[in-house]
Nanobody
C-alpha cells in the first residue's frame, strides 16, 4: 500500500490551495484518512481526519478555513485550504487506516510530504 500526496506549492497569504493524497496497492478497505503537518522547527501536528462515514474533525487552528473530503472510488483524500496564513507554511503529510488484502486487520500508512509555503 502506498500513499502519494500532491498539490503543494507557493501561495500568497489569504489564498487557497488544494492537496490530494491517493492510496494505491492491494487495498481491501480504507477506514480513516487524514492530514498532519510539520511546520519549520515544530513537532508534527494533526490537522484533520475524515472517517469512512464522512464525519470529519479538525484542529482548532484550521477549523473554518480547511475542509477535508474523500472520494472512496478513487481512494483519495483532499484538503481544501482557504484563507491561508503564513503560519500554515508546512510540510503536509497524509495518512490512512487501511486493511490490505490478506492482512485481516487495519494498519496505518503514511505518504510522503508535500510542501506548502504561504508567503507574499
Amino acid at each position: 500500500v502506498q500513499l502519494q500526496a500532491s498539490g503543494g506549492g507557493l501561495v500568497q497569504p489569504g489564498g487557497s490551495q488544494r492537496l490530494s493524497c491517493a492510496a494505491s496497492g492491494s487495498i481491501f478497505s480504507i477506514n480513516h484518512m487524514g492530514w498532519h503537518r510539520q511546520r519549520p522547527g515544530k513537532q508534527r501536528e494533526w490537522v484533520a481526519t475524515i472517517k469512512s462515514g464522512d464525519s470529519a474533525d479538525y484542529a482548532d487552528s484550521v477549523k473554518g478555513r480547511f475542509t477535508i473530503s474523500r472520494d472512496n472510488a478513487k481512494n483519495t483524500v483532499y484538503l481544501q485550504m482557504n484563507s491561508l496564513k503564513s503560519e500554515d507554511t508546512a510540510v503536509y503529510l497524509c495518512n490512512a487506516g487501511v486493511v490490505p488484502y490478506g492482512l485481516g486487520y487495519e494498519a496505518d500508512y503514511w505518504g510522503q510530504g508535500t510542501l506548502v509555503t504561504v508567503s507574499s
